[in-house]
């Protein structure tokens, strides 16, 4: 019961405010200065988000790369299932990721690799869905782009049906809550479309071994690092064996 009304508020905050918004106008008068200063505050962070994150663009174009994020993504996914405390992951090269798991974990790689295996054989017998984590980079920038297109879209719809701080107001949370309802499935559909592959024939576990630092990325001291080499064979349709090389990174 507890759990489910803390499920709950936020939606029911957000009902309180819109009918608060329509029947007192003219307190959103006063409203529109708060959301106009944290409009603009999150312009300014969206802007350094895509700037730290030029990844994107490089996986976009890059099959073999977008396999290898799809192979880093499955392989936390098998570690979660199996009751490791993995954290985190990045993908850094074309035949490359990196997991990342508490330190209270220690250092067995037989584990990691074993969990690497298994993704890979899970996807190719169609388990596609492991390839796609809610908790990817590429959902987080498509989660901060869509909010500020909601942002920007609200007082355009406001101005195109009065103009009035109220309805400002009640368009602005009306739409927040459509982005509330959809930005899962945004950012799943992104990596499908953009940044994570399974398209690949075969897939094989190269090399697994712990590392400190990878890319610009260093570890924290909290943290234990594994990067696991893969040998990809991508689907006829994207071309060739997959050789090392260029370089990125992204989680
Ligand atoms: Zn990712």
Partial sequence: MVAWLKRIFPSLLLDASLVLALAFPRVCTYLKWPFLGSYLLFTWLLYKELLQNGWILTIV???AMRVAHGLEHATLA???EDGMPALHGFTHGRDRFVVALEARYGHDV????DAAVQAIRRIREGERAL???PGCGTSQIVSMASLWLVGTASPLLALALGGAS???FATGLLVFRLWLACKTSLGLLAQRRFTVSTDFTSATVVNVRETRMRATLVRPHNEVWFEVVVDVVLAASKGGLVAPGAPGFQG
């Fill in 131 to 133: 390839a796609y984590q």
């Fill in 61 to 63: 174009r890059d099959p």
């Fill in 166 to 168: 109220s309805i400002l």
């Fill in 78 to 80: 098998v570690l979660l």
């Fill in 110 to 113: 037989a584990a990691i690799q």
